[in-house]
């Protein structure tokens, strides 16, 4: 176990201080939402100007490798060297991306820009999350992490809205500019207001099995990635990967059991409830990007919204996520865990199969309703998890605790771009089969590049081009059978998300009971400072 005692904790922080570092939080976790949704209405833009559909995954892919991988380290960290220099750090990292993805000039300077800015945002996330828990008892965690978590939905609602304005009417350049100057603030304020962490003797970092977590969680990740785009499932390629990832893994857990004070103490998984939480985690991380992925390139390229109005359409999804997220967390000490648990999956796998019935030509306000009915499910979920993960943590493993659970819904939102893209790549195949003469359909990409063919900057071989003359519609027809084609996978993607997120009810019938009142505290902090709470 670490020697250090991290000195932010509730038991000797007063409530002005605590208000203070809460908005150098919320500004933090603002400016890292923001980005991401900004992203979500620029993206279609982005491929036309790189002709890029090809390598759209990797634009997500990239940032959010880098951050499952720092997500446990940046944990483990902050509960040894403190939260204030790992949230400072992380924040400067994530601003420095943003420039550098403003900067690109082609999808290969994008997708390594996007990488530096999955490694701060892989130190915010854990860090934030963590530093509710030192700031609040558990009496009052539930209410903190929905405003927390209300933030998330604020940013998330204003951020679509502001990318496809500045997409429209600037350049999709500037979407990653936009948050600098919040960050900027939160950066001062992070610097002014969070106590300075006091060590004690030596800290035990266990770079090797940091070392080996992340060559683990590397190889799985990319794994899921190139799977079923790259080579075939059932593959040489595939075995091998499987295999070097399983090795490595054991080996990590080897080092663990032996290390001095673990990245990841194997004693976590003897908890009950934290298990639940991950897995809860890694289920709706998978679901969630089922649909923030795909679902702004689906309204503008199928249905044919501009990027300002996909912004508006994207709003209610994150009003529903707000709702909810607040409520649940002001009420969870009265109905407990289970209620939301049981709920939430419900209502978002029947938004699942709504979404699945859109194509070209649906209704907006359509649209609008089934969104919002998503998010009312999401919100349910995300914040008490983390209450439920975070009251069934030891003090000195919070920080631990807290990421690891993060690590879990990371790793569930990246392997969901892997595993989407070969659905909605095979549904497209099937569906260009079925709409198109083979002809066509034989010289043509049957995946998501297939829309590169409808980029203005396309180059048709003389082929393509005289067997798209032949068609009775001509070039129209092509491209509205191209456009169904696409819609038909991603439709058929958010029929599997409806069926995947229903494996939380599992996980929900053992998480039981309610958060405590208080939790005992270790003898370092049993005795409140003079005037704190004053």
Same mark, same amino acid.
């Given at each position: 176990?670490?020697?250090?005692?991290?000195?932010?904790?509730?038991?000797?922080?007063?409530?002005?201080?605590?208000?203070?570092?809460?908005?150098?939080?919320?500004?933090?976790?603002?400016?890292?939402?923001?980005?991401?949704?900004?992203?979500?209405?620029?993206?279609?833009?982005?491929?036309?100007?790189?002709?890029?559909?090809?390598?759209?995954?990797?634009?997500?892919? +990239?940032?959010?490798?880098?951050?499952?991988?720092?997500?446990?380290? @940046?944990?483990?960290?902050?509960?040894?060297?403190?939260?204030?220099?790992?949230?400072?750090?992380?924040? @400067?990292?994530?601003?420095?991306?943003?420039?550098?993805?403003?900067?690109?000039?082609?999808?290969?300077?994008?997708? /390594?820009?996007? @990488?530096?800015?999955?490694?701060?945002?892989?130190?915010?996330?854990?860090?934030?999350?963590?530093?509710?828990?030192?700031?609040?008892?558990?009496?009052?965690?539930?209410?903190?992490? +929905?405003?927390? !978590?209300?933030?998330?939905?604020?940013? *998330?609602?204003?951020?679509?809205?502001?990318?496809?304005?500045?997409?429209?009417?600037?350049?999709?350049?500037?979407?990653?500019?936009?948050?600098?100057?919040? $960050?900027?603030?939160?950066?001062?304020?992070?610097?002014?207001?969070?106590? %300075?962490?006091?060590?004690?003797?030596?800290?035990?970092?266990?770079?090797?099995?940091?070392?080996?977590?992340?060559?683990?969680?590397?190889?799985?990740?990319?794994?899921?990635?190139?799977?079923?785009?790259?080579? /075939?499932?059932?593959?040489?390629?595939?075995?091998?990967?499987?295999?070097?990832?399983?090795?490595?893994?054991?080996?990590?857990?080897?080092?663990?059991?032996?290390?001095?004070? /673990?990245?990841?103490?194997?004693?976590?998984?003897?908890?009950?409830?934290?298990?639940?939480?991950?897995?809860?985690?890694?289920?709706?991380?998978? &679901?969630?990007?089922?649909?923030?992925?795909?679902?702004?390139?689906?309204?503008?390229?199928?249905?044919?919204?501009?990027? #300002?109005?996909?912004?508006?359409? *994207?709003?209610?999804?994150? &009003?529903?996520?707000?709702?909810?997220?607040?409520?649940?967390?002001?009420?969870?000490?009265? #109905?407990?865990?289970?209620?939301?648990?049981?709920?939430?999956?419900?209502?978002?796998?029947?938004?699942?199969?709504?979404?699945?019935?859109?194509?070209? !030509?649906?209704?907006?306000?359509? &649209?609008?309703?089934?969104?919002?009915?998503?998010?009312?499910?999401?919100?349910?979920?995300?914040?008490?998890?983390?209450?439920?993960?975070?009251?069934?943590? %030891?003090?000195?493993?919070? +920080?631990?605790?807290?990421?690891?659970?993060?690590?879990?819904?990371?790793?569930?939102?990246?392997?969901?771009?892997?595993?989407?893209?070969?659905?909605?790549? $095979?549904?497209?195949?099937?569906?260009?089969?079925?709409?198109?003469?083979?002809?066509?359909?034989?010289?043509?990409?049957?995946?998501?590049?297939?829309?590169?063919?409808?980029?203005?900057?396309?180059?048709?071989?003389?082929?393509?081009?005289?067997?798209?003359?032949?068609?009775? +519609?001509?070039?129209?027809?092509?491209?509205?059978?191209?456009?169904?084609?696409?819609?038909?996978?991603?439709?058929?993607?958010?029929?599997?998300?409806?069926?995947?997120?229903?494996?939380?009810?599992?996980? @929900?019938?053992?998480?039981?009971?309610?958060?405590?009142?208080?939790?005992?505290?270790?003898?370092?902090? /049993?005795?409140?400072?003079?005037?704190?709470?004053?």
């Amino acid at each position: 176990m670490s020697e250090q005692t991290n000195s932010l904790h509730w038991s000797n922080i007063d409530k002005r201080t605590r208000a203070s570092i809460m908005i150098g939080l919320a500004l933090g976790m603002f400016v890292a939402c923001l980005d991401g949704t900004v992203m979500a209405t620029a993206i279609n833009a982005i491929m036309k100007d790189f002709n890029g559909y090809g390598e759209y995954s990797w634009v997500f892919t +990239g940032f959010m490798l880098c951050e499952t991988i720092m997500i446990p380290l @940046a944990g483990k960290l902050s509960d040894q060297y403190g939260r204030k220099p790992l949230f400072m750090i992380g924040l @400067a990292v994530f601003l420095a991306g943003s420039v550098l993805s403003g900067l690109s000039g082609n999808m290969t300077q994008l997708i /390594a820009f996007r @990488a530096i800015q999955g490694i701060g945002g892989g130190m915010l996330i854990p860090v934030a999350t963590a530093t509710v828990a030192d700031l609040y008892s558990p009496a009052e965690r539930g209410k903190m992490q +929905g405003l927390l !978590g209300a933030v998330f939905a604020v940013a *998330m609602c204003v951020g679509p809205f502001i990318g496809g304005f500045i997409t429209d009417n600037i350049s999709w350049h500037w979407v990653f500019f936009v948050n600098v100057p919040v $960050g900027a603030v939160a950066l001062l304020f992070a610097a002014k207001k969070f106590p %300075k962490p006091e060590l004690k003797d030596k800290v035990h970092v266990d770079y090797l099995g940091m070392a080996f977590l992340s060559a683990s969680l590397l190889v799985l990740l990319l794994f899921f990635t190139w799977v079923g785009v790259d080579f /075939a499932w059932v593959s040489v390629e595939a075995a091998a990967m499987v295999a070097a990832a399983v090795v490595l893994l054991l080996l990590f857990v080897f080092i663990e059991t032996r290390a001095k004070d /673990a990245v990841i103490r194997p004693s976590l998984f003897r908890n009950k409830m934290f298990v639940c939480c991950a897995l809860t985690m890694l289920i709706f991380g998978i &679901a969630l990007m089922g649909v923030m992925t795909y679902m702004a390139v689906f309204m503008q390229a199928v249905v044919g919204i501009s990027a #300002t109005n996909t912004g508006m359409i *994207m709003l209610p999804l994150v &009003a529903g996520m707000m709702i909810t997220s607040i409520l649940s967390g002001f009420s969870v000490r009265r #109905t407990g865990y289970r209620p939301w648990l049981v709920a939430g999956p419900i209502i978002t796998a029947f938004s699942m199969v709504l979404l699945s019935t859109l194509g070209r !030509g649906s209704d907006a306000t359509v &649209a609008i309703l089934y969104l919002f009915i998503a998010g009312i499910g999401f919100g349910c979920v995300m914040s008490v998890v983390m209450i439920a993960a975070q009251n069934s943590a %030891k003090i000195d493993e919070m +920080g631990m605790t807290t990421s690891t659970v993060n690590l879990f819904r990371s790793i569930g939102s990246t392997i969901a771009v892997g595993i989407f893209t070969t659905i909605i790549n $095979g549904r497209i195949a099937t569906e260009l089969a079925e709409r198109l003469p083979s002809g066509i359909f034989d010289i043509i990409p049957h995946s998501t590049s297939v829309m590169n063919l409808l980029t203005p900057d396309a180059v048709w071989g003389p082929a393509l081009a005289e067997a798209v003359q032949g068609l009775p +519609g001509g070039i129209a027809e092509f491209a509205n059978a191209v456009l169904d084609s696409y819609g038909g996978g991603v439709d058929f993607a958010f029929l599997c998300s409806a069926v995947v997120v229903l494996f939380v009810l599992a996980t @929900a019938f053992f998480m039981k009971g309610k958060p405590p009142e208080e939790m005992e505290l270790p003898e370092s902090l /049993a005795t409140p400072e003079e005037g704190a709470d004053g």
